[in-house]
């Protein structure tokens, strides 16, 4: 999203409005256990769950759990889009906490869900009903109300909160 409200292309990733293939995205990270991220996020171990975009860690800091999601591209967030984010307080959307650099690729810290995505899961035409869906309008809506569209919304980037309940 630009100054005017308006979403743009990536800049970093157009040419002339051709096709163009990433140079920058390396295959995966490697950052070992041990590693601090934000002066407290320890990471204690990857993820072996398979992304587009970045690879996961689960981080802690003061016996809580929280994910390190680590880009495999320079320019895979935009600033902009990243503080909006970080001022949104839904139940319904993944909270921000912090972003950072490492080995010069982006991260950021997100929370830590348990019972991990819903992908894969099998719900009552009650619980979608009920939950599943209510849940995933709620959450647009609150990235829409500050201009953000989602892009990537799917299965295994839709979490079940940590009671079990959507």
Not at 60 to 78: L, W
Not at 129 to 147: F, M, S, T, V
Request: charged share 25%.
């Amino acid at each position: 999203i630009n100054n005017s409200g308006k979403t743009e292309v990536n800049s970093f990733l157009q040419s002339n409005n051709a096709t163009v293939i990433n140079t920058e995205i390396i295959n995966t990270s490697n950052i070992s256990a041990g590693t601090v991220l934000c002066e407290k996020y320890i990471i204690e171990s990857k993820l072996d769950i398979l992304t587009g975009e970045a690879d996961l860690y689960i981080c802690n800091y003061n016996g809580a759990k929280y994910i390190a999601k680590i880009y495999r591209r320079k320019f895979a967030v935009k600033p902009e889009v990243t503080n909006i984010l970080m001022q949104i307080d839904s139940p319904y959307v993944a909270r921000l906490y912090e972003t950072g650099t490492i080995n010069d690729m982006p991260f950021e810290i997100l929370p830590y869900y348990k019972n991990g995505s819903i992908q894969g899961k099998k719900f009552s035409l009650d619980e979608l009903k009920k939950y599943i869906i209510p849940c995933i309008n709620e959450g647009l809506k609150a990235l829409h109300e500050k201009g953000i569209i989602h892009k990537d919304l799917k299965p295994s980037n839709i979490m079940s909160n940590n009671d079990g309940r959507g």
